[in-house]
């Protein structure tokens, strides 16, 4: 039988191992908060009106290629998938949010057309896209512009949601979302 000692020890021992079980997560939680911030952007979910008009200008057709840079929980790359029949991919840093976007896939019966990758979208050849989404921060904006420059075709659009590229003009702007078409 346990003495009261004995229950004290333990009680001791289960709040001690419990608050550094919470002190790790915590640490290992902010790095990759401050990873996914360095980086690019941290995770801001976009409410689903905005969700829905971000689709609604991206024009989707069928057969078309889909990325959403910084794809978080993967509600765009959902959306875009049930729109049309587009085959999309997501680029995420955040461990835990890759792993919730993955299960939100799983969940909606799209994982033969959605992939989510857990890695930088920076050195990602975006050549084969037809559509891109991004919600970035402002001084990231400018490298971006000079990466999609760069890569994508002529004809490419881009969503961008809040922000603006330095040096190109929105060929459409609605309600912080803004729409730019690669002409060269």
């Known amino acids: 039988m346990l003495t009261v000692v004995a229950i004290d020890i333990f009680f001791y021992y289960f709040v001690l191992i419990t608050a550094l079980a919470l ?32 689709i609604e200008l991206a024009d989707l057709q069928d057969g078309q290629k889909v990325v959403d840079l910084g794809s978080g929980d993967g509600r765009i790359l959902i959306a875009a998938a049930k729109a049309a029949k587009v ?6 840093l955040d461990f835990l949010m890759w792993l919730w976007s993955i299960y939100k896939v799983k969940r909606a019966g799209l994982s033969d057309r959605i992939k989510i990758y857990r890695r930088s979208y920076w050195p990602a050849d975006l050549r084969d896209f037809d559509t891109v989404f991004l919600f970035l921060i402002p001084y990231k904006m400018g490298r971006m512009e000079k990466k999609l420059q760069s890569e994508l075709c002529p004809g490419t659009r881009v969503i961008s ?24």
């Open 23 to 54: 002190l790790l997560g915590s640490a290992v939680f902010m790095f990759y908060r401050t990873y996914a911030m360095i980086s690019g952007a941290p995770y801001a979910g976009t409410k689903k009106v905005r969700v829905d008009k971000m």
């Open 87 to 92: 085959k999309c991919v997501g680029y995420e």
């Open 161 to 184: 949601h809040g922000f603006k590229f330095p040096n190109w003009q929105p060929e459409k702007k609605e309600e912080r979302i803004l729409v730019y078409q690669m002409t060269s």
